[in-house]
């Protein structure tokens, strides 16, 4: 794939991580330290850069998966003012429309 095509691709997932964000924070109860549009993109943005990170670096998928969630859920905690559970269900609330926004966008995710 070109450059220009991992770029858009990394806009486009970039995008539709803040939405799911945006829409987890939304719908926990409470109110979040970053629940604005703003807030979710700079999530995203994190989680991916931990993501690269751990996968760039350990290069075992098992092992960066886990280590890598553990540190976006602190991440998650920090960034929204969440305790660990609450960033757990922040988690499985994102994974959750990720998962439906999957079924719509195949192409995109």
Do not use: C
Not at 40 to 54: K, P, R, S
Not at 103 to 108: I, V, Y
């Amino acid at each position: 794939m070109s450059l220009a095509g991992d770029v858009a691709g990394l806009i486009v997932g970039w995008i539709v991580s803040t939405i799911a964000i945006w829409l987890a924070l939304k719908i926990f109860p409470g109110k979040q330290k970053r629940e604005s549009l703003a807030g979710a993109a700079i999530t995203a943005l994190v989680g991916a850069l931990i993501y690269w990170f751990f996968h760039a670096v350990f290069r075992i998928p098992f092992i960066s998966g886990l280590l890598a969630l553990l540190v976006w859920l602190y991440a998650l905690r920090k960034l929204q003012g969440v305790g660990w559970l609450g960033a757990a269900a922040l988690a499985f609330l994102i994974w959750i429309i990720n998962g439906i926004f999957s079924l719509f966008l195949p192409t995109l995710l």
